[in-house]
């Protein structure tokens, strides 16, 4: 996909830690699509992860931020409107952690501290971000926040975990600031729930090679990759979505509507 949708719009991704990264292949279609940005992950992350080559693949700049900070989201948010000269037009939210999954804690006996700190970092710090982008007012008219979220929000899966919880935190942050920034800022806010997808936190969730298998036999279109997830992103970015807002869009390859299918039912056959 080659059309320059972004060409002119500035922003901020969040996220990218090594290729696998669901906002590692965004950096890169939103660079293919004209957009330019700064790139940002927590100090351990960028200590760890990869980010420096794609800042180097993109021409970008990287900023550290603990997005659970507010002292480091404002400053990154100052930093980032100087490097780009200008206000933001888009921001993609691409965080999630659960302490009690990476533990490996069942969901019938978390532990509350961690299951406080995985809330912090998979929802909360969307608050914190859009707040913090609201009051400083560094948003330009009709520019896009997006963040991604999981089916979980909706339905029980087993092993999510608190995820579930953090992600339907996270897409009522959306629509209730959404509302706000709609209003006064004429600026969207949506979540992408996106298929079950192999990266680093992905793995992190129990038995992710059967969530895989059993989402691609339940998808018509099979399974969203974080390739397609990008895409849609830019799309999101773009103005071909300015009156898209307060929306959890599914790209799940059509996996949220289908109750059974044939290939799953076949199984159960034999
Ligand atoms: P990933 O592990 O590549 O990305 C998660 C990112 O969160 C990492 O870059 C990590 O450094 C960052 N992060 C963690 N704590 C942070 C903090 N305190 N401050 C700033 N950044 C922090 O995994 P992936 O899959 O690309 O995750 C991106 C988003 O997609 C997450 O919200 C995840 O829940 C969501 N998602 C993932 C799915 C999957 O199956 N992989 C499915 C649906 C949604």
Same mark, same amino acid.
């Given at each position: 996909?080659?059309?320059?949708?972004?060409?002119?719009?500035?922003? $901020? +991704?969040?996220?990218?830690?090594?290729?696998?990264?669901?906002?590692?292949?965004?950096?890169? *279609?939103?660079?293919?699509?004209?957009?330019?940005?700064? &790139?940002?992950?927590?100090?351990?992350?960028?200590?760890?992860?990869?980010?420096?080559?794609?800042?180097?693949?993109?021409?970008?700049?990287?900023?550290?931020?603990?997005?659970?900070?507010?002292?480091?989201?404002?400053?990154?948010?100052?930093?980032?409107?100087? +490097?780009?000269?200008?206000?933001?037009?888009?921001?993609?939210?691409? $965080?999630?952690?659960?302490?009690?999954?990476?533990?490996?804690?069942?969901?019938?006996?978390?532990? !509350?501290?961690?299951?406080?700190?995985?809330?912090? $970092?998979?929802?909360?710090?969307?608050?914190?971000?859009?707040?913090?982008?609201?009051?400083?007012?560094?948003?330009?008219?009709?520019?896009?926040?997006?963040?991604?979220? !999981? +089916?979980?929000?909706?339905?029980?899966?087993?092993?999510?975990?608190?995820?579930?919880?953090?992600?339907?935190?996270?897409?009522?942050?959306?629509?209730?600031?959404?509302?706000?920034?709609?209003?006064?800022?004429?600026?969207?806010?949506?979540?992408?729930?996106?298929?079950?997808?192999?990266?680093? *936190?992905?793995?992190?969730?129990?038995?992710?090679?059967?969530?895989?298998?059993? *989402?691609?036999?339940?998808?018509?279109?099979?399974?969203?990759?974080?390739?397609?997830?990008?895409?849609?992103?830019?799309?999101?970015?773009?103005?071909?979505?300015?009156?898209?807002? &307060?929306?959890?869009? !599914?790209?799940?390859?059509?996996?949220?509507?289908?109750?059974?299918?044939?290939?799953?039912?076949?199984?159960?056959?034999?």
């Amino acid at each position: 996909m080659n059309h320059k949708i972004l060409e002119g719009k500035k922003g $901020i +991704i969040f996220g990218a830690l090594d290729d696998q990264s669901i906002a590692w292949k965004a950096a890169l *279609a939103v660079n293919q699509a004209g957009g330019e940005f700064v &790139l940002t992950n927590s100090p351990l992350a960028i200590r760890m992860g990869k980010i420096e080559e794609l800042a180097q693949q993109t021409g970008s700049q990287t900023i550290a931020c603990d997005a659970t900070s507010l002292e480091d989201l404002n400053h990154l948010i100052e930093k980032s409107t100087e +490097i780009l000269n200008s206000k933001l037009d888009f921001v993609l939210h691409s $965080i999630g952690m659960s302490v009690n999954v990476r533990k490996k804690r069942h969901y019938t006996n978390l532990k !509350y501290d961690w299951l406080a700190k995985g809330w912090d $970092i998979s929802a909360v710090s969307f608050h914190k971000l859009l707040q913090t982008l609201y009051k400083s007012d560094k948003m330009n008219q009709w520019g896009s926040i997006v963040a991604l979220s !999981y +089916i979980a929000a909706q339905r029980t899966f087993p092993n999510y975990s608190d995820m579930a919880e953090n992600k339907a935190y996270l897409e009522s942050v959306a629509r209730s600031f959404g509302y706000y920034f709609g209003k006064e800022k004429k600026v969207r806010v949506n979540t992408i729930s996106q298929s079950p997808t192999p990266t680093t *936190a992905g793995k992190g969730v129990k038995g992710l090679d059967a969530f895989l298998n059993f *989402a691609q036999a339940n998808s018509p279109l099979g399974n969203a990759t974080a390739l397609d997830c990008a895409h849609y992103i830019v799309s999101l970015f773009s103005d071909y979505t300015r009156k898209v807002t &307060l929306q959890n869009l !599914y790209n799940d390859g059509g996996f949220s509507m289908v109750g059974v299918s044939e290939e799953i039912l076949t199984k159960f056959l034999e």
